[in-house]
């Protein structure tokens, strides 16, 4: 069974410019999570989805930071206009439903903003 | 406001050593905990799920223990091996939520 695919893997950027991030979940995993994690520190969520639907937007920074779940698998998250503070890995991971414990991640994508 | 730390930061061995990696949290209010393994450039992978009313779990050469009153948890590696290397994670789910506050990891080296 394939896991959780991100891509791109690494992605370098200059400040100011747009930036897309792609998830595809496990198949038949209903719920998908957006976490962001900085050098040195653990992931902090940033957006749940349950299919299509963000159940959980509370620590998306909605001025620049956007995602989309259309058709309730894959998955885009994107920022727009990109600042330094936002180098970091975006880690995707999906569970089969709302409330598991177990969330399966994806490698990441480690973002550099320049 | 849970809160999660996890020391040390880093903690390198030789081949054979047991060795424990300690988390503590700020709320003792928890539903569960979770360690967690991260190599590099790849994601994370659920090591040992503790359940509020569990003191511990073992899976193989790993044991974790859960001491809510005191806001602890332990994971313990016995006879580590240089695959051991890795980033460990505890992360914490607070009763009445979904969401895992994650620690900032302790890196550690196994040396052959």
């Known amino acids: 069974e394939a896991g959780v695919v991100q891509s791109p893997r690494y992605k370098i950027i200059e400040k100011k410019q747009p930036v897309a991030f792609w998830c595809n979940p496990i198949?038949?995993?209903?719920?998908l999570y957006w976490y962001r994690q900085n050098l040195g520190q653990g992931p902090e969520l940033l957006i749940r989805?349950?299919?299509?639907?963000?159940?959980?937007d509370s620590q998306l920074p909605k001025d620049r930071f956007s995602a989309e779940r259309l058709k309730g698998v894959d998955s885009t998250l994107k920022i727009q206009p990109a600042e330094l503070g936002d180098s970091a890995v975006y880690l995707c991971?999906?569970?089969?439903?709302?409330?598991?414990?177990?969330?399966?991640f994806g490698p990441g994508t480690r973002l550099t903003v320049t | 406001k849970q809160e999660v730390t996890q020391i040390p930061a880093a903690l390198s061995v030789p081949e054979g050593e047991n060795l424990v990696l300690n988390c503590s949290f700020t709320?003792?209010?928890?539903?569960?905990l979770q360690w967690f393994r991260q190599d590099p450039g790849k994601g994370l992978t659920s090591l040992l799920l503790?359940?509020?009313?569990?003191r511990e779990q073992t899976s193989g050469r790993l044991n974790a223990s859960l001491d809510k009153s005191s806001g602890r948890s332990t994971l313990y590696i016995a006879a580590s091996q240089p695959g051991d290397s890795a980033t460990y994670l505890c992360?914490?789910?607070?009763?009445?939520?979904?969401?895992?506050?994650f620690g900032t990891g302790t890196r550690l080296k196994v040396l052959a």
């Open positions: 991971a999906s569970s089969l439903e709302l409330f598991s414990d177990e969330q399966y």
């Open positions: 989805y349950e299919n299509e639907e963000a159940v959980d």
């Open positions: 992360a914490v789910r607070s009763s009445g939520t979904y969401k895992y506050i």
């Open positions: 503790i359940q509020s009313s569990q």
């Open positions: 709320d003792s209010a928890i539903y569960n």
């Open positions: 198949s038949g995993h209903n719920t």
